[in-house]
């Protein structure tokens, strides 16, 4: 069995969880409170500005040239399309992009990024791939399931974004990542895929946090 296959198959439940989530499914059915997706699209816009980070560090630990490439054009469409819809969206909220980009971190995005950052950093390339993968499968995955929803992806609101997250464009950087994970994990000593599985668990836990915060537009956990 491929690694990500047992990865996707150990952690069904908390990716369901994740599809569950009452901010997921507004999204799908067009009733999410506005104000909560705005306070969720500035927050993901700095969470997106540390993750682009990790396609250069990417960049930095690759061996080869078409590693290298890939990792570059990530950090490329993070930046300029993934966040582009970001600044789309302050638009609609009539607000500058700059706003976005100046606004403060919560504590659980400067905890998911600086995770990542940290595991990217001090780790293996295969350790920065299973850091980041639950955030571009996990989004790929909830974008085409919404995109089946009937008029979900012509929703005048929402629409934009689940035509993002369901892209062909979009799923095919989620299946080089998946592939590049599985190709890294070949051979591995058991030991090393267990600390593997257990960084995935970390960041997929943290997406379920991430739905979570927004849709309490908490910027700490026990905000009313
Ligand atoms: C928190 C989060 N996770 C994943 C994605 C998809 N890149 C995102 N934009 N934001």
Redesign the pocket.
């Known amino acids: 069995m491929k690694f990500s296959e047992r990865l996707h198959k150990e952690l069904q439940p908390i990716w369901r969880k994740n599809h569950a989530h009452p901010f997921v499914k507004g999204i799908g059915d067009g009733t999410l409170d506005k104000e909560k997706f705005r306070f969720f699209m500035v927050q993901?816009y700095l969470?997106?500005m540390d993750?682009a980070k990790l396609f250069a560090i990417g960049v930095v630990k690759a061996k080869d040239v078409e590693t290298m490439g890939r990792f570059a054009r990530l950090l490329d469409g993070?930046l300029n399309e993934?966040m582009a819809l970001h600044r789309e969206y302050a638009k609609k909220f009539g607000v500058a992009e700059e706003e976005f980009e100046s606004a403060s971190p919560s504590p659980t995005t400067l905890a998911?990024t600086h995770y990542m950052l940290h595991v990217g950093q001090n780790g293996t390339l295969a350790d920065l791939v299973a850091a980041i993968l639950p955030?571009?499968w996990?989004?790929w995955e909830i974008g085409k399931e919404l995109n089946e929803i009937p008029g979900a992806s012509e929703h005048e609101f929402y629409g934009e974004w689940i035509q993002m997250?369901s892209s062909d464009e979009f799923g095919q950087l989620a299946e080089w990542c998946i592939e590049l994970l599985d190709e890294l994990t070949v051979g591995l000593p058991e030991a090393d895929l267990k600390r593997l599985e257990e960084i995935f668990l970390n960041t997929t836990r943290f997406?379920y946090m991430?739905w979570d915060m927004s849709y309490n537009q908490a910027m700490w956990p026990t905000d009313e």
């Open positions: 993901d969470y997106l993750y993070t993934e998911y955030c571009m996990s989004y997250y997406e991430f």
